[in-house]
């Protein structure tokens, strides 16, 4: 009979209780809890829908750990604590540990300029540093968008040198280094790098050496290839409509450092462990780890490395969410009470975070203030968009023709479908490209502005010659700003 929920069998709840409590010691609330706990993720327990893994650690006990749904659809396989899961930007903080232990091991400091790790990025002009990297207040642009935006699909298989190459394309910064924050997966894919240079091991091999290993996290790995087998690795999962089943949604990209750990909620709990033990690294290794960052003009911004301290209901919190393919994921951790939650899923709706905050309603609710009041759930794309105003068809179709940006490598082919501007291909040397902007409409919003609105809102802004005609456009896409597409003539 098939199960879609599935608690500790009696191995693995050894396995982990030794690392965690003495054999056999319980917790009465725990027990009590369990029922409400059950409940947050009802919507998973089912055998015909993947879900989410589970485990509730205080005191440096575990609590309670429970899976909920399915780790393979096609062979019918329940998830187990014991399932792996890919973390997506969860992994940062393995990455950020990496680079502090190097800085230990007194082998580069993080106010180092980062183009003597890597001299082959272009010079801004602006000193980078390895601090802006990991606290994402470099102004390079995020390289996942560059990808998306070349045509590529989270489904192809990029290397670290197609990701360098395109790096290092880059003309522009998003902004001058340290005047701002926004978070770039491009820092970390480089730390990754310089970790590689620096130690003369794959990241992959340097974490594993010196941070999951030592922690006897026996089931964790940086995948950095996409064929390597992975035992009890859960597949990934997109809901195609509601009732209508699941497509999977696996990535093969092999980068490491923004991402890339694969891992149980076993082994993030023997992590989270580290920060009050010190086991790996030390106290002064932890408390750089948990440092926020601050801006050049003095002001105080709430990441730390690879970390996001904050409060949740008037406590204090360390966490760090991550989201790749289907997968989702949180580590949840409220040092004071010395309490952590980590959630592991795999659907690309499973929505770990607020999961992990609604069982931490149930375990620190005497301690926690009440929860404000409930903002309006409007569709955040609908609070972005900007107005469509009327454009003449004359002035849309002299929009129209292919644009090429060689920071990507590609062009977009603008052309009127239903009296609509769209993107009608990505051409690669003039050969299209399958990608999810293909097809897109664009909307006027001001002279000579467009928005693409996607997962995340695209805006394309025109330029013109002296005789008025378009001549280019800039393209901003959240992460990324100012890609420069110039018209070809034909």
């Keep these: 009979m098939r199960i879609g929920m599935q608690a500790l069998c ?79 930007s969860t992994s940062k903080q393995f990455t950020a540990a990496s680079i502090l232990l190097l800085e230990k091991q007194g082998k580069l400091a993080v106010s180092d300029d980062i183009h003597k790790y890597i001299p082959e990025l272009p010079d801004y002009g602006k000193k980078i540093t390895i601090l802006n990297l990991l606290n994402h207040t470099s102004g390079l642009r995020d390289y996942l968008v560059l990808f998306e935006l070349a045509g590529e699909n989270v489904d192809s298989v990029t290397t670290d040198q197609e990701a360098l190459a395109l790096i290092a394309r880059q003309k522009a910064l998003n902004f001058d280094p340290g005047s701002e924050w926004l978070y770039s997966n491009t820092g970390y894919f480089l730390l990754s790098v310089i970790v590689k240079r620096v130690s003369g091991k794959p990241l992959r091999d340097f974490a594993a050496e010196n941070i999951f290993q030592p922690l006897d996290m026996t089931h964790t790995q940086y995948r950095d290839t996409h064929i390597s087998l992975i035992p009890n690795r859960a597949l990934a999962y997109d809901p195609v409509e509601k009732g209508q089943g699941y497509t999977l949604d696996v990535s093969y990209f092999e980068q490491t450092g923004d ?31 948990q440092q926020t960052g601050t801006l050049s003009c003095g002001k105080h911004f709430g990441y730390a490395k690879g970390l996001s301290v904050s409060t949740y209901r008037g406590l204090r919190t360390v966490r760090h969410g991550g989201s790749w393919g289907g997968y989702r994921a949180e580590l949840l951790r409220f040092p004071d009470q010395h309490f952590s939650v980590v959630c592991l899923c795999n659907r690309s709706d499973g929505n770990p975070s607020r999961h992990a905050n609604q069982v931490a309603d149930i375990y620190l609710r005497g301690l926690m203030k009440e929860k404000p009041p409930k903002k309006d759930d409007d569709d955040e794309d609908d609070r972005k968009r900007r107005p469509e105003i009327q454009v003449s068809s004359g002035e849309l179709a002299s929009l129209a023709g292919d644009y090429f940006s060689d920071e990507l490598g590609v062009s977009y082919r603008l052309a009127i479908a239903n009296d609509k ?35 995340e809102p ?27 597409f110039v018209r070809l003539v034909r």
């Design 10 to 88: 009696p191995a693995i709840s050894l396995a982990i209780l030794l690392a965690f409590s003495s054999p056999g010691r319980g917790d009465e609330k725990s027990d009590a809890s369990a029922p409400a706990v059950d409940e947050v993720f009802a919507d998973f327990a089912t055998p015909d829908s993947p879900g989410c893994s589970l485990a509730v650690a205080r005191d440096g006990r575990l609590l309670y750990a429970k899976s909920y749904g399915m780790a393979n659809l096609e062979l019918d396989v329940p998830l187990s604590p014991s399932s792996v899961f890919d973390i997506g």
């Design 458 to 484: 695209i805006s394309l802004k025109f330029s013109r010659d002296p005789a008025g005609r378009p001549a280019s456009f800039a393209l901003d896409a959240g992460r990324t700003t100012g890609i420069t």
């Design 421 to 455: 501007l769209t993107v009608a291909a990505i051409l690669v040397a003039g050969i299209p490209r399958s990608n999810d902007l293909a097809g897109k409409q664009i909307i006027p919003v001001a002279k000579d502005e467009f928005e693409l609105i996607g997962d």
């Design 259 to 289: 991402g890339a750990v694969h891992t149980t909620v076993g082994d993030l709990l023997k992590w989270d462990e580290n920060f009050y033990s010190g086991k790996v690294g030390g106290a002064d290794f932890l408390a750089e780890m």
